[in-house]
Structures are given as structure tokens and as C-alpha cells.
């Protein structure tokens, strides 16, 4: 039979028992601690832009845009520089469009009208700047480093 450890070891491997429990108690509590945290995503990057179609109207060609914001910031004003392109690749004229308003959390469908251009006239569109960018706080500086653009139609959006 073993002789019982002196006091003041006995004190020491408690403490040593309750500090290793207490530690183990809290990583399981707070599991993101002993984990490196994972790189935000930015409000920003959730926001796209998808040219849905293309429509002949009466005086030009109807664009169908659907603007997806996926973020918790709305937008009352979103007002972009579009520059149309021909098939053969020549400029065609300038369109200013303002999206706005833009509802947090929420999907929408904007239609533009370009008179006096056919569909079959239009090859591509860029997104050449952001001239307004705006939300209750304030100006938005850059709004176009987070916008994404897709296309449906057959006719390309890139910025």
C-alpha cells in the first residue's frame, strides 16, 4: 500500500485537475476560440445583377434587369453608367439607370427601355462606373467592387 501524498502535492494536482476542467469546460462552451476565424464576406460581395432579357418594344429594345441584394443595406440611390456595344463591337450609345431604390434582403425586377436601338443592334453591355451610390448613411464609396453581373440573354454584362 502507498503512503498518502504529502498535503501541499495533493493541493497542487486539484488545482492542476480543476484548471485542466475549467479549461476544457470553456473550449467546448466557446468552440470558435480554438479555431482561427474564417475570412468575413462582405455585404458588398452578396449585391448582383443579372440581364435577364432582351425585348422588342415599340420604340427600341426593353432590357429586364433582376437585382438580387442579399445584404441588410438598401440602397435609395444606385445609379449606373452603362455604356452599349453592336455586335461588331462599336460603341452604340450611353444609358444612365438608377436600380433605386434597392430593398435590403430582397429580389427585384427593373426594366429599362433603350429608344431608338433594336435588340438585335445590342452585343454587349458594360457597366462603365457607378456615378451615384448612396444609402440612408450616406454615400457609398466603390459600389462597383462588390457587384456581381451574370446574363440570361445573349447578349454579354461586364464592368
Known amino acids: 500500500m502507498r503512503a498518502p501524498a504529502p498535503p501541499a502535492q495533493g493541493k497542487l494536482r486539484c488545482s492542476l485537475l480543476a484548471v485542466g476542467l475549467a479549461a476544457s469546460l470553456l473550449a467546448a462552451a466557446t468552440p470558435g476560440l480554438a479555431e482561427p ?3 468575413a464576406v462582405t455585404d458588398r460581395a452578396k449585391l448582383s445583377i443579372e440581364l435577364n432579357k432582351l425585348e422588342a418594344g415599340e420604340r427600341g429594345c426593353r432590357i429586364y434587369l433582376v437585382v438580387n441584394n442579399e445584404t441588410d443595406t438598401s440602397y435609395s ?4 453608367d452603362l455604356a452599349i456595344f453592336q455586335p461588331d463591337g ?3 450609345q450611353g444609358l444612365k439607370l438608377n436600380l433605386a431604390p434597392i430593398r435590403q434582403m430582397k429580389r427585384s425586377v427593373k426594366l429599362f427601355d433603350l429608344e431608338g436601338l433594336a435588340c438585335d443592334r445590342i452585343g454587349s453591355i458594360l457597366v462603365n462606373d457607378a456615378v451615384e451610390c448612396r444609402t440612408d448613411a450616406g454615400p457609398v464609396a466603390d459600389c462597383l ?3 456581381s453581373l ?4 445573349s447578349v454579354k454584362i461586364s464592368k
Open 145 to 147: 467592387t462588390g457587384l
Open 77 to 80: 440611390a444606385y445609379k449606373l
Open 37 to 39: 476565424a474564417a475570412p
Open 90 to 92: 462599336v460603341y452604340a
Open 150 to 153: 451574370s446574363s440570361l440573354a
